[in-house]
C-alpha cells in the first residue's frame, strides 16, 4: 500500500515536472504589411501561410475618411454586404485593432465601399499556440526559475523515493 502510494506520488511529480511550459505571446499583425488596409491588394494571398492563433491581434492602419472595418459572417463577406455587420471594429482614427479572442472564422470587409478594390480578409483562429522551437529571450527567466525547481525536486524526490523504498524492503 505504502509502496503504491509512493509509486502514485512519484509518477504525479514526474508529469508535474516534465509539463511544457505553455508559449504564451500573442502575435500582431499588421494587415497587409506596409500596404496596410487599402484597396488593390489581395488580401486573400497576404493571409495564405499565416496561422492565426487565439490572443493574436490584426492592426489594420488606414485613410478613415475612406475605408472602415466591420466583421460579417460568411454570407455577406462572400457578396461584400456591410449592412448588417456582427461587429464595428472602427473606432475612428484610422488605426484599428482586432483581438482574436475566439476561435472561429472572422469575416472582415471594408464597409464603406462594399470590400472596395478587394479589401476583405477572412481569417481562421485556431486554439493551439505551437510549441515552442527554442525559448525566446524573453522568457529565459521564467524557463530556467523551472528548470532549476526540477534540477532540485527530481533529486529530492528520487532520494525520497528509494529511502522509502528501502525501508518497505527492510519491512518485508
Ligand atoms: C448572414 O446574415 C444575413 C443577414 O442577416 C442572413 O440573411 C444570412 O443567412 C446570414 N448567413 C449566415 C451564414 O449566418
Ligand atoms: C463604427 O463605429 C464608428 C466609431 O464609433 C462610427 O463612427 C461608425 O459610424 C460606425 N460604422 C458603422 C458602419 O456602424
Ligand atoms: C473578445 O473581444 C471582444 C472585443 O474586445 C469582446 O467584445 C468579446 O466579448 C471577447 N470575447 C471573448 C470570448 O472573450
Ligand atoms: C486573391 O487570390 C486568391 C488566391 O490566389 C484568388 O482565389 C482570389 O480570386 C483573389 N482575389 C481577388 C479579389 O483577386
Not at 485593432?97 to 462594399?114: A, F, M, P, R, S
Request: one cysteine or more; hydrophobic letters at 45%.
Amino acid at each position: 500500500m505504502a509502496r503504491f502510494a509512493v509509486l502514485i506520488a512519484a509518477v504525479v511529480l514526474a508529469f508535474i515536472v516534465a509539463a511544457p511550459v505553455p508559449e504564451v505571446a500573442a502575435k500582431k499583425y499588421t494587415v497587409g504589411e506596409n500596404k496596410f488596409w487599402n484597396p488593390n491588394i489581395n488580401y486573400t494571398i497576404w493571409a495564405q501561410g499565416k496561422h492565426f492563433y487565439l490572443g493574436d491581434w490584426l492592426y489594420f492602419v488606414f485613410d478613415r475618411n475612406q475605408h472602415n472595418i466591420l466583421e460579417v459572417n460568411k454570407t455577406d463577406y462572400a457578396n461584400c454586404i456591410a449592412d448588417h455587420p456582427i461587429r464595428n471594429w472602427t473606432r475612428g482614427a484610422g488605426r484599428d485593432i482586432v483581438t482574436l479572442n475566439e476561435t472561429k472564422h472572422y469575416y472582415l470587409l471594408d464597409g464603406k465601399g462594399g470590400c472596395y478594390g478587394g479589401m476583405k480578409l477572412a481569417v481562421k483562429v485556431e486554439k493551439l499556440p505551437p510549441p515552442p522551437k527554442s525559448a525566446p529571450a524573453k522568457s529565459i527567466g521564467s524557463v530556467s526559475m523551472v528548470t532549476g525547481l526540477a534540477q532540485f525536486i527530481v533529486p529530492v524526490a528520487l532520494f525520497s523515493v528509494s529511502t522509502v523504498w528501502d525501508a518497505i524492503l527492510r519491512m518485508c
